[in-house]
């Protein structure tokens, strides 16, 4: 098995598979739950697509893994004491969103990789990020697969709510950073890429709903419900890379199969 290549690209944390085969090869870029597996290294064990034909790239959130503050996550459930949507959602999906462009092209040109459109995919909040560049597109994208994905802030503020269980109090900002960061309704602008939505049986309701809302909204787009799956796709806490888990691997052959019919082919 090829060793994984670890690095910093535009002050982002990567973790790169690289192709089976030597080669041109595209590119697919994934970004990590906050839930586990909470980095870019951990998430690379537990979705590694190893049978698509392309390099894997999966990049660091701020503030996880080697950007984790001294209080590791408890800086993280501080900003959503702080406020659900601003200082959690819209912040951390933004600076990730914001940083994506510079990061990619260093990694290009540090591993070769040729330009091209990409696959992308995110999980929970790094489903968000993924969600927001197939909405916005940056860059030419060929695919994307989206991963008990907070597809709408406001229902993370739901989710998030009630595990402080302390009421959020929304404000003009609130509302207007949950609208742009509401991909149902912002359905029209993924329309015309293939997106695969994964949605385990046993999610958040809130968050499971939307899955089926999106993939409903969505022309071409596949929805894959995974028994017996809930929130995370690793064993928690998961910081450090470990085995996969027989529900990931449910998660990674749905990928799999999806790039290898959608960017690979």
Known sequence: MTRPISGVAAGVPFTA???SSDGPAP??????????????????????????????VYLGLPMCGA??????QDAIVALARED?????????????????PAALAEIR??????????GVVGGSLGGAVASLVLAERPVPIAAGALLNAAIRAR?????????????????DAARAAADRLDFVAHADELADVPVLVVSGELDHPPLRADALELAAALPRSR?????????????????E?????????????????????????
């Open 17 to 19: 598979l690289p192709p």
């Open 27 to 56: 590119l697919v870029i994934a970004w990590h739950l906050l839930d586990a597996p909470c980095t870019d290294a951990a998430f690379a064990a537990a979705l590694p697509l190893s049978e698509v034909a392309a390099w894997r």
């Open 67 to 72: 950007r984790s503050a001294p209080n590791g």
């Open 84 to 100: 659900i949507v601003l200082r959690y959602v819209d912040n951390l999906v933004r600076q990730a969103f914001d940083e994506f």
């Open 109 to 118: 040109a540090r591993l070769g990789i040729a330009d091209g459109p990409i």
């Open 155 to 171: 229902s993370v503020a739901e989710v998030v709510e009630q595990g402080m269980d302390t009421p959020y109090v929304w404000t």
């Open 223 to 239: 929805l894959v419900s995974v028994p017996g799956l809930d929130h995370p796709l690793a064993e928690r806490p998961r910081v």
């Open 241 to 265: 890379p470990a085995p996969q888990i027989p529900n990931a691997r449910v998660v990674d052959h749905a990928v799999t199969d999806w790039f290898n019919q959608h960017l690979t082919s």
